[in-house]
């Protein structure tokens, strides 16, 4: 577990230490390091995503260079924060052109249980391979009959049922980085439009629903 909230722009100890507050990378680099010497699996959590713009993008940088050396032992990375639905996938950091960098982690940032802002609470069930603990999927569960529940809030009974299976909903043959790439790099190809409309639904969490038409 990580205390990313060290990476947050408001954190003013990034004055006096903006690469590593707190020496929480250095930690993590003997944490991983002795991992992979062990031939252990690691899956890493926190709040802020690296990745995300309200982290200190030294840190991030740090970070990322992190996750490239040690891609073969992580397994998963999973964020919140931003009570939305999205991921992020890191490629490694070369000299070589944008489009030949290789995909080498996935960050996954899951919706939250909460319904700030006007979302509908949410969580996140991740299955992973028993022995290796490479994911295979996860499940979106998200709440139904919100809008009947904050208008009967004494009788209105409520459920979190299954929204959808990841590797089901994009159509992936698996949940390693080079396959979510692939989707994720081409989902703006007008032929691929369905998985636009669907990121864009999972994203919201469901609040408002978009559909073809929306898009033009």
């Given at each position: 577990m990580l205390n990313t909230q060290v990476c947050d722009l408001t954190n003013f100890y990034?004055?006096?230490?903006?690469?590593?507050?707190?020496?929480?990378l250095a930690w993590l680099v003997a944490q991983l390091l002795a991992s992979e010497?062990?031939?252990?699996?690691?899956?890493?959590?926190?709040?802020?995503?690296?990745?995300?713009?309200w982290c200190n993008q030294q840190w991030s940088k740090r970070y990322n260079l992190i996750v490239q050396r040690f891609a073969?032992?992580?397994?998963?990375?999973?964020f919140g924060h931003t009570h939305q639905d999205h991921i992020t996938v890191q490629?490694?950091?070369?000299?070589?052109?944008?489009?030949d960098k290789s995909p080498t982690a996935t960050l996954f940032i899951t919706p939250s249980l909460t319904t700030f802002?006007?979302?509908?609470?949410?969580?996140?069930?991740?299955?992973?391979?028993r022995g290796s603990n490479h994911l295979?999927?996860?499940?979106?569960?998200?709440?139904?009959?919100?809008?009947?529940?904050?208008?009967?809030?004494?009788?209105?009974e409520f459920a979190f049922d299954l929204q959808y299976k990841f590797t089901q909903e994009y159509d992936l043959a698996d949940m390693s980085p080079r396959s979510v790439w692939a989707r994720w790099s081409s989902i703006?190809?007008?032929?691929?439009?369905?998985?636009?409309?669907?990121?864009?639904?999972?994203?919201?969490?469901?609040?408002?629903?978009?559909?073809a038409a929306s898009l033009k």
């Open positions: 990034q004055i006096s230490n903006p690469s590593d507050p707190d020496d929480q010497q062990a031939g252990q699996a690691v899956m890493l959590a926190g709040h802020i995503p690296p990745t995300h713009y073969k032992t992580l397994r998963g990375q999973f490629r490694e950091d070369s000299l070589v052109r944008m489009e802002s006007y979302q509908v609470p949410s969580y996140r069930v991740f299955l992973a391979e295979t999927d996860y499940h979106q569960y998200r709440m139904n009959g919100l809008k009947h529940f904050n208008a009967q809030r004494d009788q209105a703006m190809v007008p032929a691929n439009q369905k998985y636009m409309i669907k990121f864009l639904n999972n994203y919201l969490t469901g609040q408002r629903h978009y559909d």
